[in-house]
Nanobody
Framework: EVRLVESGGGLVQAGGSLRLSCVAS????????IGWFRQAPGKEREGVSC?????FYTDSVKGRFTISTDNAKNTVYLQMNSLKPEDTAVYFC??????????????WGQGTRVTVSS
């Protein structure tokens, strides 16, 4: 069974930090690329970060978020620093077959909620 399980969300004050984790199982981890997405209330889902060797970040998180991978643990992390209220959203990780970030993803996690208070 393919599973992507996010964790690490929570409530944090503006300026604080969180580290999200995405643990993958049920597929060959190094055959897929993992991306992070978020969906804020009333807004469409947006891509946040992905790394296929060259990290990608959406403009609003550049300089604050860092994506990293631990292949030994089948885990991708999203370190989020200097959090802002506008970062409040449900964060999802997703996996796409291949070694490149994509617009289409095969598997999705259930999401972890991040709330940043002002």
């Amino acid at each position: 069974e393919v599973r992507l399980v996010e964790s690490g969300g929570g409530l944090v004050q503006a300026g604080g930090s969180l580290r999200l984790s995405c643990v993958a199982s049920g597929f060959t981890f190094d055959e897929y690329t993992i991306g992070w997405f978020r969906q804020a209330p009333g807004k469409e889902r947006e891509g946040v970060s992905c790394s296929d060797g060259t990290p990608f970040y959406t403009d609003s998180v550049k300089g604050r978020f860092t994506i990293s991978t631990d292949n030994a643990k089948n885990t991708v992390y999203l370190q989020m620093n200097s959090l802002k209220p506008e970062d409040t959203a449900v964060y999802f990780c997703a996996a796409t077959l291949g070694s490149s970030c994509s617009y289409n993803y095969d598997y999705w996690g259930q999401g972890t909620r991040v709330t940043v208070s002002s």
